[in-house]
């Protein structure tokens, strides 16, 4: 997918500073805490994967920082600011802090794409040429403007991320949340997905990403946090996820170029586990070019792990 | 997977779907008046004839025209024929055969009528006419409710058909008994579905700072003249032609 | 291939289109207006009241089994009245009923206003008085709003029946004996419908109730059980029917001569050289054209009358909420 040299967004985002302070939140009609004693900073203008197995409390996690629930205990803080459920606080927070939730069914509501994005621009009280202007401009910034006046149901699924996606991104927020924006979409739809979240990232956007994949988290994220039973038990650069005793009891399982990297002899091992496996397939290629394989000559992607460790 | 009909589909992929909503209405709905005022000779006979044109210009197969007329035209060759026979106990023989002719007009009105809302059906998608409407001074209510409901039916349509595939390989319809049992646990799961996604939306709205107010943009298309034009000069003369052929 | 009897478009004449969408309208006011309230009060309740609407649309286009074996639709007014309540169901079922039309191509667009009558208006009425009377009788939730399903879809193709009738009148035995073959023929295919459905209604409703964790009243917003003026209104309804038609039955085959043309046989009669000395400034050009003025004479007065008893039932309402202090 090829991006256009439209920018995302006419002035940017503003940067903002998202925090979670001990947060303890329960499920009515539940038994255990879904989050307890949960802290997250979230950097601003970077990109962080939040990481943990299903029940792990991440969906849960990002409702609260979005104010759709209320925490037991703790709070949350904007800019060092302690966050208000009242109208005009959680408008403005919401106007901060964008959340796109895991179905895309469960968000979108108008007829055709086209009024799915000015919505969010006209709920900012803009005009409606203002409107046009947004929405005509962020669907050629993510690749969008084919499918301007299809209705949503007849988008695939992959689509109907995208268009999700686009629908808070219209409205610029500071910090934009996904839950699982990746979870069943096939490799392509992936990497689209991950496309769109890169440029709104490049514009100043703050990208959240919960999700159970870790080689994603492992090659995308600036920043990872892994949830383990209701709180992060670890956040930092990626090499928080070389730690085998966290990814363990996280359920995960650890990073593949980890893996790779870490049964390396040492004389082809690179100084630092690189993010994925492809770009490891590049280095060790072009440091020991054995089996006359020359460099350049096979696709980055298709080195299986049997060429690569002969 | 996921659309409604395809009648909907249809609506919003056509070649016709750049045209302003009124140029659409005012020719598949001058067609349907056309149809209910002129003498049936030739007049619906030139309505169908307008209604089978259009659907080969707008792009619309004629396989899907035809087979969205089955249904109606089931009922309109039986009320028809329900006209053509008169029932009195009085008379001998008590149930006879009249009004051939008027029943056979009957049912040539019938279907030109239904094939122009067809065509009106088929040109003309839903959102586009709800925004319109609003245009039109239809109050916000009734406007908002139409466009959330059509939303909404797209996705409660599509799980519920998983659902009833599900319960197909289940033997969920083997057989009258089952049928109505998984019919009831189909009809409840609905509007379980329907309350549960509400209130989905309902999180998934509010992140996006939703209050209640759902707005309809309209998308800017212009009225052709050209088009307005044909379309007139079209239904004047299907009408003209149709009283002085046909008589009053 | 039988649906529920939505009348196709051309079916009816000009003037019964018009006669039928006015009688309809006010119902769908009210229903609108009672709808308003509700969705002011939240973003929520806006979600919750058009989820209802799709799900009546859906229960429409569920398939279920028919005598002839092929496929049929239920009308979904029965399950879905006992959930909503009869007045957003005029309101949301006239949105479904244009839905169909738009969507399935089922039911035309002149003919959308006796259609919203007879499946949106009526039926959902006679559903609610069913149901309410068979709950004050004794009987479990599920039990009376699959009776009153069952009565419903037999009270709306009777109606259409009516309405096809009127339009289409038997040249010997007039609208009586039309009547008789509209309902002999799609009785075939209806009544077996609506057991079907009644069935299916009692079975979902007894499910739902089952999972106690679902306040209907709550997540539909319908309003708390009302007293039984609704049999009131559907009592009006049926005898408002019975009123146009009884005569024309009673007496067919008589001369439906005017008073007014009584009258004036009565003076030709007595006085043979009399001439009148007024003579009307425009008469109508045929009598088709006479009829029409009619029945839209008619037309505007149901609509009238119609509309009055809408907004002092609404008011009624209004004040009984006001006197609750809520």
């Excluded at chain 1, 901060?96 to 939730?101: K, Q």
């Amino acid at each position: 997918m090829t991006g256009s040299a439209q920018p995302v967004s006419a002035s940017g985002p503003r940067r903002a500073r998202l925090e979670a302070v001990s947060l303890t939140y329960r499920y009515p009609n539940s038994d255990t805490d879904a989050l307890s004693g949960c802290s997250l900073a979230v950097p601003a203008g970077q990109r962080v994967a939040l990481l943990g197995a299903n029940g792990s409390g991440k969906t849960t996690l990002l409702l609260l920082l979005n104010g759709s629930f209320r925490p037991a205990a703790g709070e949350v803080r904007l800019d060092g600011a302690p966050t208000s459920y009242d109208r005009a606080g959680l408008r403005r927070w919401r106007r901060a802090v964008g959340l796109v939730v895991q179905d895309p069914d469960d968000m979108l509501l108008a007829g055709t794409v086209r009024q799915e994005l000015a919505f969010g621009v006209l709920n900012l009280g803009r005009s409606e040429d203002d409107a046009r202007v947004d929405v005509d401009r962020i669907l050629v910034a993510l690749s969008l403007d084919h499918l301007r006046d299809r209705p949503t149901h007849l988008l695939s699924a992959g689509e109907r991320h995208r268009v999700a996606i686009a629908a808070m991104a219209i409205t610029e927020p500071a910090v934009l949340l996904l839950d699982e924006p990746t979870a069943g979409l096939d490799p392509a739809g992936v990497e689209e997905v991950l496309a769109v979240l890169d440029r709104l990232h490049a514009a100043g956007t703050t990208i959240v990403v919960s999700t159970h994949d870790v080689d994603l988290a492992h090659r995308w994220a600036d920043v990872v946090a892994v949830m383990v039973a209701g709180s992060v038990a670890a956040c930092g650069s990626r090499e928080v996820l070389h730690d085998q005793e966290l990814i363990e009891s996280a359920r995960l399982r650890p990073p593949s170029a980890f893996t790779i990297w870490q049964s390396l002899p040492g004389d082809l091992r690179p100084a630092t586990c690189p993010p994925d496996v492809a770009t490891l397939a590049v280095h060790l290629r072009s440091a020991s070019p054995v089996g006359g394989v020359p460099v350049g000559e096979v696709p980055v992607g298709e080195v299986s792990v049997g060429e690569v460790s002969r | 997977m996921g659309a409604i009909s395809t009648i909907d589909t249809l609506a919003h992929t056509n070649r016709w779907s750049h045209h302003h909503l009124g140029d659409k209405v005012a020719w598949a709905g001058g067609l349907v008046v056309a149809a209910l005022l002129t003498p049936v000779w030739p007049g619906a006979f030139a309505v169908t004839a307008c209604v089978v044109c259009s659907c080969a210009l707008a792009g619309i197969p004629l396989r899907v025209l035809l087979g969205v007329l089955r249904i109606p035209v089931g009922f309109i060759v039986a009320g028809a024929a329900i006209t053509a026979i008169s029932v009195a106990p009085g008379q001998r023989p008590p149930i006879r055969l009249t009004e051939l002719g008027a029943a056979a007009s009957l049912a040539g009105r019938g279907v030109a009528g239904t094939a122009a809302a067809a065509l009106l059906a088929l040109t003309v998608p839903v959102p586009e006419l709800i925004a319109r409407a609003r245009r039109a001074g239809v109050p916000a209510a009734a406007c908002e409710l139409a466009i959330l409901m059509y939303r909404m039916i797209a996705v409660s349509l599509d799980r519920l058909r998983w659902q009833r595939m599900a319960q197909e390989s289940r033997l969920g319809y083997d057989g009258v008994r089952c049928s109505v049992r998984s019919l009831a646990a189909l009809a409840a799961a609905a509007f379980v579905g329907s309350v549960t996604h509400a209130q989905r939306l309902a999180t998934g709205l509010g992140a996006r700072g939703f209050d209640g107010t759902v707005w309809l943009l309209d998308d800017g298309a212009r009225h052709s003249p050209r088009f307005l034009a044909s379309a007139v000069s079209v239904l004047a003369l299907v009408v003209v032609g149709s009283f002085l052929v046909g008589g009053r | 291939m039988i649906f529920a009897m939505h009348i196709a478009e051309g079916f009816l004449p000009p003037a019964w289109s018009l006669l039928w969408t006015l009688a309809a309208a006010p119902f769908v006011v009210a229903g609108f207006r009672s709808l308003k309230r509700r969705v002011d009060a939240g973003a929520d309740a806006k979600l919750a009241t058009a989820s209802s609407g799709a799900f009546c649309f859906v229960l429409s286009a569920l398939k279920i089994p028919s005598v002839t074996g092929s496929c049929s639709h239920p009308t979904g007014v029965g399950l879905g009245t006992t959930l909503i309540g009869p007045l957003p169901m005029a309101a949301l079922g006239s949105i479904v009923l244009l839905f169909q039309a738009m969507l399935l191509a089922h039911g035309g667009f002149t003919t959308l206003g006796a259609n919203i009558f007879s499946m949106a208006v009526v039926g959902p009425w006679v559903a609610w008085w069913v149901y309410r009377a068979g709950t004050s009788g004794g009987l479990s939730m599920s039990m009376a709003g699959g009776i009153g399903a069952g009565v419903a879809g037999i009270a709306t193709y009777c109606v259409t029946a009516v309405q096809l009738a009127l339009a289409h009148p038997d040249p010997v035995s007039g609208i009586g004996g039309s009547l008789v073959e509209f309902l002999g023929i799609f009785a075939l295919t209806q009544i077996p419908l609506s057991v079907v459905e009644a069935l299916i209604t009692v079975l979902a409703l007894r499910w739902l109730s089952a999972r106690s964790s679902l306040d209907i009243p709550a997540l539909t917003g319908r309003a708390r059980e009302r007293s039984l003026s609704a049999g009131r209104v559907v009592a009006s309804l049926i005898g408002v029917v019975l009123l146009m038609t009884a005569p024309l039955v009673a007496r067919s085959g008589a001369e439906w001569a005017g008073a007014d043309s009584r009258a004036t046989d009565m003076v030709t009669t007595i006085d043979p050289g009399y001439t009148p000395w007024f003579e009307g400034w425009w008469t109508p050009s045929s009598g088709e054209v006479e009829s029409f003025l009619f029945a839209l004479q008619a037309a505007v007065g149901a609509g009238v009358v119609g509309y009055v008893f809408g907004s002092r039932r609404r008011d009624a309402r209004r004040a009984l909420t006001d006197t609750r202090g809520s």
